[in-house]
């Protein structure tokens, strides 16, 4: 029979979940009883809520995936498979039986992540066996305006966010004259609620790197930087890896392959500064300056890094190149919609089942993402809204869930595609609270360069705090419009002109919630503190007196083991007494 | 007291003379003793020829860096948007009441643990998440965050 192999995913997510001491449980049982079977790493395979994954090869039974393990269950399942039974708890995935999440993978279509929770993203050579650096070979063998025609041909748009026609990008940046050019990666994945370029550089770093040398090559660039959060150690660590790795095979450094095409790639950590996403500001950044936005034109085309033409795509964007040379602009059309070819990795978040990374072809109904793709909602609470794009996306409501995946079509709806965050919401999610949540992440992010981004966003926010703590007025609303209007006009880059996003779309399709808080002074999702009453269900309370000794301000009082009462006009709705009480005896309404 | 930059100068050697060494400079000089102390930014301005306004301009800029001494581990509580609608605040509250922070005070008296916010941790399926030094916890609740600062007191 067929060696037995067990894969361990081990990307960010899994590791948090206890991945690591599943590998190792496997690692000590593999040193007791050497040969009994294969052990290897994987990064994420998408289904972060199954974490941590193991999965199980060889056997008749085909390709076996198992979620949730632990050190203690991982023995005797790995012994029903040897066995050539299906394991009796725990499967997920099974390639040839029914198994409970077989249905949320059929429903993808993965290009970017092909390889992801697939190979060892440490092994060149397990890329290798997978078609990597195929389209490297296929390149160098091409001009460099036959690829950059091939890439203008499948409409590949900028998976960043602003879905910018990346075929044309590239032409402009091979067009300018220069001894000297750059090429960047940016991996400044900033959006809160969004991981999809950190999968890929953990799960497949060589995928980036062949997509920005054939850029390289294509833009005649000899030298490239990636720029990555910080906050991504492993990620950072895999990179580091992969360049080494291929260094070595000669598919970076000098005359790659053999040919007078040579190309310096360098990584560079970013410090903590969200605005370092936006191109100009990143480059800025790489210089070891500050990092704020300039002035554009001239684009960083012409003059970008240090003054010399450069050209700057997202990972995922990178990550799409090879498989379009190698499938051709063709077979990436097939997919998607007219205008927005391929597929789009999102990051599912929030109040949904299936919450992890997910690839779906363009043009597929929000709907679906969510019930055939995310498995629904996580509990029994309705779906509110889906937020897209981070602070510069918006809400988008139930009303509108058949909006088709495409920039144009989400656009309409005030939200944007952004890089891929969607964080799904239910009943419970107040609205407002979510437009303040965000205009506090990007006052505390603005540079300060822009006037209008600067204190504008501060006033935003003190207008939406006040209206959260039920001090807000009516002509609230007009004010927070027309400060919206100023900020995205008076302001430089995209960080700026995107910030009242949030605000704009939940006063679009949520101004009720709005009104409720002004006017009712209620918070309907029963979330803003300070609209709410904490009261004692006197047939619950028990009297053990742990809510009264944790009041901040005393306004609880009763004796022992008898129902204690809050005394309302001295409540600062702090909520404290609620976390505390482990009987359910108090409400908040 | 003349202090000892033996480390700080093979650092700055290492970097010396090329271009856009600022930062990653900084970040390692950082790594050193956890933060940037007024003496290591004056002595990096003069070997690398930068004005000490220009180096202060980028230490205040970038959030990772940081200008007073730390605590023995730091506590980061991830502030993405999915660990914000399932209760992030609750967790940080938990922190500072475990921790006996007071008045916006980020580092305990024993200097044990720094406490500070992130923009996201990217592992949002396990929100709430927090990261203590290298490692994330998820799926958090406020009861348990006693039994993880235990595991890194002493």
């Known amino acids: 029979m067929e060696q037995i192999t067990v894969k361990v995913g ?31 790493r994987t990064a994420c395979i998408g289904m972060c809520f199954e974490e941590p994954i193991v999965e199980l090869h060889g056997s008749n039974l085909g390709v076996v995936t198992l979620g949730r393990v632990t050190p203690e269950l991982i023995g005797p399942l790995l012994d029903e498979y040897k066995a050539g039974k299906l394991p009796s708890t725990n499967v997920i995935l099974a390639e040839q039986h029914s198994a409970p999440r077989n249905d949320l993978l059929a429903n993808q279509k993965r290009i970017v992540l092909q390889n992801c929770g697939v190979i060892d993203p440490l092994s060149l050579a397990d890329y290798e066996a997978r078609g990597g650096y195929k389209a490297l070979r296929k390149a160098l063998a091409l001009s460099r305006e036959e690829i950059i025609a091939e890439i203008k041909d499948s409409g590949l748009r900028g998976r960043g966010g602003a879905g910018f026609s990346t075929g044309l990008k590239w032409t402009f940046a091979a067009a300018a004259k220069s001894e000297k050019k750059y090429i960047i990666c940016n991996a400044d994945e900033g959006d809160p609620g969004a991981f999809m370029d950190r999968s890929v550089l953990e799960g497949d770093p060589h995928k980036v790197l062949e997509g920005m040398i054939i850029g390289a090559y294509a833009m005649g ?38 040919s007078d095409f040579s190309f310096e790639l360098h990584i560079k950590e970013g410090a ?14 790489i210089e070891g300056k500050r990092g704020m936005p300039i002035i554009r034109p001239p684009f960083p085309a012409e003059s970008g890094l240090w003054g010399k033409p450069t050209n700057i795509n997202n990972v995922e964007t990178w990550a799409n190149i090879a498989w379009i040379l190698l499938n051709g602009a063709a077979a990436f059309r097939a ?108 006052q505390n992010e603005s540079c300060g360069k822009c006037t209008f981004c600067r204190v504008g966003t501060r006033r935003m926010l003190e ?58 002074k209620r918070c309907p999702a029963g979330v803003c503190s300070a609209l709410l009453k904490f009261e004692i269900k006197p047939d619950k309370c028990i009297g053990c007196t742990a809510c009264a000794r944790k009041c901040p301000v005393n306004c609880i009082s009763g004796t022992v083991k008898q129902p204690h009462v809050i005394d309302q006009s001295k409540c600062i709705k702090c909520g404290a007494c609620f976390k505390t009480c482990k009987f359910d005896a108090i409400t908040k309404a | ?79 993405g948007t999915a660990c914000h609608v399932s209760d992030a605040d609750g967790i940080k509250e ?44 998820g799926k958090l609740t406020p009861q348990a965050i006693p039994g993880i600062l235990e595991k890194f007191s002493f």
């Open chain 1, 272 to 285: 903590g500064a969200f605005v370092c996403g936006e191109e100009t500001a990143l480059m800025q950044s």
């Open chain 2, 1 to 79: 007291m003349e202090q000892d930059f033996g480390k700080l100068d093979a650092i700055i050697s290492a970097y010396r003379g090329k271009k856009g060494v600022l930062i990653p400079l900084l970040q390692e000089a950082q790594n050193l003793e956890g933060y940037l102390s007024r003496p290591v930014l004056k002595y990096i301005s003069e070997k690398m020829n930068v004005p000490a306004a220009e180096i202060y301009g980028v230490v205040t800029f970038y959030s990772m860096f940081r200008l007073v001494p730390q605590g023995k581990h730091i506590i980061r509580v991830c502030k």
């Open chain 2, 94 to 137: 938990a922190l500072i009441e475990n921790l006996k922070l007071e008045g916006g005070q980020v580092t305990t008296q024993d200097m044990q643990f720094t406490l500070m916010e992130v923009a996201c941790l990217g592992c949002c399926s396990l929100a709430p998440v927090i990261m203590v030094d290298d490692q994330t916890f």
């Open chain 1, 221 to 258: 660039a000899d030298e490239g930087y990636i720029y990555c959060r910080a906050e991504y150690p492993l990620a950072i660590a895999h990179l580091k890896v992969a360049i080494a790795a291929a260094e070595e095979k000669r598919y970076l450094g000098q005359n790659i392959l053999g």
């Open chain 1, 335 to 442: 997919m998607g919609t007219e205008k927005s070819p391929g597929t789009k990795v999102f990051a599912l978040a929030g109040k949904i089942a299936g919450s992890g990374l997910i690839e779906v072809p363009m043009g597929i109904p929000i709907r679906d993402i969510i019930y055939k793709v995310g498995g629904g909602m996580k509990t029994e609470k309705p779906f509110k809204a889906v937020q897209m794009g981070g602070p510069s996306g918006g809400c988008i409501p139930a009303e509108l869930l058949d909006t088709i995946v495409d920039y144009d079509s989400i656009t309409a709806t005030g939200a944007i595609m952004g890089s891929g965050g969607m964080v799904v919401m239910d009943s419970g999610t107040c609205m407002v609270d979510v437009a303040r949540y965000f205009l506090n992440f990007t």
């Open chain 1, 463 to 520: 207008i939406l705090t006040r209206i959260t703590e039920g001090k807000g007025e009516l002509d609230d609303i007009g004010k927070l419009e027309a400060l919206a209007t100023n900020i995205i006009k008076g302001s430089l880059c995209g960080l700026g002109q995107t910030a009242p996003n949030p605000v704009l779309t939940t006063l679009r399709y949520f101004k009720h919630e709005y009104l409720a808080h002004i006017e009712e």
């Open chain 1, 10 to 40: 081990l990307a960010s997510c899994g590791i948090a979940a206890g991945a690591e001491d599943v590998y190792h449980k496997l690692e000590e049982d593999l040193a007791q009883n050497a040969g009994a079977f294969n052990l290897q």
